[in-house]
């Protein structure tokens, strides 16, 4: 299929339903991110010595729910953001609304996908509270600290250039790079709690 017609396609079913339409491509190019982190891991992640690991389904349908949730909250957030900033009020682009498009999207909704991302996986994961916490401590900083160093142009590239239907799937498509990133760091942390918790009734049952 040619890209002209993925994209009409698309369009079309945007209009009918674009809530749905949203979550399912956020939810898929979540899932394919993550199906990407976990080739990594396997080919080039692991030390000589270590089992490789086997793919993780149960893993990679949380990636795909986390975007089925999440993208039609992003789309409703770029409306938000179109109606409270418009780019054309004389004609000519304003920088200004620009600038603020990407510093309320950086500051407002970065931390809160964030947070959302650490909260729900690890929810998805069947943590408890305490390591959730302790998750939320180890990667939130990190991870906030990342985005801030790459979606600011991203986003600035989305807001200026692509139609509003589009901005959830480029941004999307872009994230695919990020949802690799996330996984990894996310993975690291959920083999630290299981080695911690291993340990911890290794203790108590001598």
Same mark, same amino acid.
């Given at each position: 299929m040619s890209t002209f017609a993925i994209t009409r396609v698309y369009t079309e079913?945007?209009?009918?339903?674009?809530? @749905?339409?949203?979550? &399912? +491509?956020? #939810?898929?190019?979540?899932?394919?991110g993550d199906s990407v982190a976990q080739f990594y891991q396997k080919t080039y992640g692991r030390k000589e010595h270590e089992v490789e690991p086997?793919?993780?389904?149960?893993? @990679?349908?949380?990636? &795909? +729910?986390? #975007?089925?949730?999440?993208?039609?909250l992003i789309g409703r957030w770029n409306t938000f953001l179109e109606r409270q900033f418009p780019l054309r009020t004389s004609g000519n682009v304003s920088l200004k609304a620009?600038?603020?498009?990407?510093?309320?999207?950086?500051l407002l909704m970065a931390p809160v996908g964030i947070t959302l991302f650490l909260g729900s996986m690890g929810v998805m994961e069947g943590r408890n509270v305490p390591q959730i916490r302790q998750k939320f401590s180890d990667i939130f900083p990190i991870a906030l600290t990342s985005?801030?160093?790459?979606w600011p142009i991203v986003q600035l590239i989305n807001f200026r250039f692509m139609p509003l239907p589009y901005r959830v799937?480029?941004?999307?498509t872009c994230g695919v790079f990020w949802t690799l990133y996330l996984s990894v760091i996310n993975s690291r942390e959920d083999r630290k709690q299981d080695?911690?918790?291993?340990?911890?009734?290794?203790?108590?049952?001598?």
């Open positions: 079913s945007f209009n009918r339903s674009p809530t @749905t339409t949203l979550a &399912f +491509v956020g #939810g898929s190019l979540n899932a394919f086997r793919y993780d389904f149960a893993r @990679t349908l949380r990636f &795909f +729910v986390f #975007g089925f949730g999440m993208s039609p620009l600038v603020k498009r990407v510093a309320s999207d950086q985005n801030w160093q790459v799937p480029f941004q999307s080695y911690e918790a291993g340990l911890r009734r290794t203790i108590h049952a001598t």
